[in-house]
């Protein structure tokens, strides 16, 4: 496969996901992908930038950094640049634990989008599944962060403990001048599903928690809400809960227009989609650009058709635009790819 083949390739590249370690200074008990050790054979630094420069190459939009936590790796800085030198949209999302004064001036410093610290409620929710002390970092980081001119936002994975409390935390957040904050679903695998967290709450009672408070509470509110794409899907507020105005969902964009690569260079469409039989093939092994273009990758959303919608999503009038949701939280929750759980569309009658 070349460059000149894949500018007539149908599903174009923007955007990617990629775990630079699986080293953390927590071990969460809901960690999808089970962090806290970095991965022995984890890419070195000139992998990395053979990484970006293939992102690069293949017209790449934006990259998300995640972990693991970014910052314990002694590169990122290096593997950063890689990115924006090339005119990557480049982000980081972190825990926010370790956040030292030398790490923001290094931020200061480089073109970077923003910096999004996961935060998952009030102190005494957040601190039970990580450690105690660890709100009061994950705060602290977000004052030094915005005090220092840098683009932050906040990130929350609901579960039952903390989804009831977001109305909470939001009186909480309204004193900081983040950007955004992401509500997003917590998906039971890794640690979650060991642990065997409880990850189930109302997804209508979020969705009008943030339609109500997006654009409703204008006078008080200073950044967006939005939902991520495995919470939905098209109840009366779509258009106005996935954080810019007249947004809507349109799919899972798994391996269409998304993918995930994990330390040690694995390639999947997601990187939530954390199970070795959706791994496309390893860096190390084969380019990015001939796993993208094979023959039959992410065959999962390439190949789907209505017919493959299983469950509620069987026969609704959405399923052909939806396609069944998030393919990543439909795995771990029913073990289906095209059946969603946490679907909160209502039709005339009733509850779906």
Request: include cysteine; charge should be negative; hydrophobic fraction near 35%.
């Amino acid at each position: 496969m070349t460059l000149s083949d894949y500018r007539s390739f149908p599903y174009r590249l923007d955007s990617c996901v990629w775990e630079i370690t699986l080293g953390c200074c927590f071990r969460c008990a809901y960690c999808g992908s089970s962090g806290g050790k970095a991965r022995e054979n984890e890419l070195t630094t000139e992998e990395c930038d053979s990484v970006a420069a293939q992102l690069a190459g293949m017209g790449c939009r934006r990259v998300s950094l995640i972990g693991g936590e970014v910052f314990m790796r002694n590169d990122w800085e290096t593997i950063v640049r890689g990115l924006t030198s090339r005119g990557i949209i480049t982000c980081i999302i972190t825990n926010g634990f370790r956040m030292t004064p030398e790490i923001i001036a290094s931020l200061k410093k480089l073109d970077i989008e923003s910096v999004a610290v996961s935060v998952d409620g009030p102190e005494d929710v957040h601190d039970a599944y990580r450690q105690k002390g660890s709100y009061r970092r994950a705060m602290e980081a977000l004052e030094a962060l915005t005090s220092n001119g840098i683009h932050t936002s906040v990130i929350s994975a609901l579960r039952a403990d903390n989804a009831p409390r977001i109305r909470e935390f939001y009186e909480i957040l309204k004193n900081y001048p983040i950007f955004a904050w992401q509500l997003q679903a917590c998906s039971p695998m890794g640690n979650a599903a060991d642990n065997r967290v409880d990850v189930r709450f109302d997804a209508g009672e979020v969705i009008r928690f943030v339609a109500d408070t997006a654009w409703n509470d204008a006078a008080n509110r200073s950044f967006y809400i939005g939902i991520a794409d495995n919470i939905g899907y098209y109840t009366p507020e779509e258009t106005l809960i996935r954080g810019i105005r007249g947004l809507r969902y349109n799919g899972c964009s798994a391996g269409l227009t998304t993918l995930g690569i994990d330390s040690v260079g694995n390639v999947r469409g997601c990187e939530s989609m954390y199970d070795e039989r959706f791994n496309e093939g390893n860096l190390r092994e084969r380019s990015l650009l001939d796993i993208w273009m094979g023959e039959n990758a992410f065959r999962y959303n390439r190949q789907f058709s209505p017919d493959m919608l299983t469950g509620k999503c069987a026969g609704c009038p959405c399923g052909p635009v939806c396609a069944g949701g998030c393919r990543s939280y439909n795995w771990f929750t029913t073990g289906k790819l095209y059946e969603n759980i946490l679907c909160a569309r209502r039709e005339e009658g009733g509850a779906r």
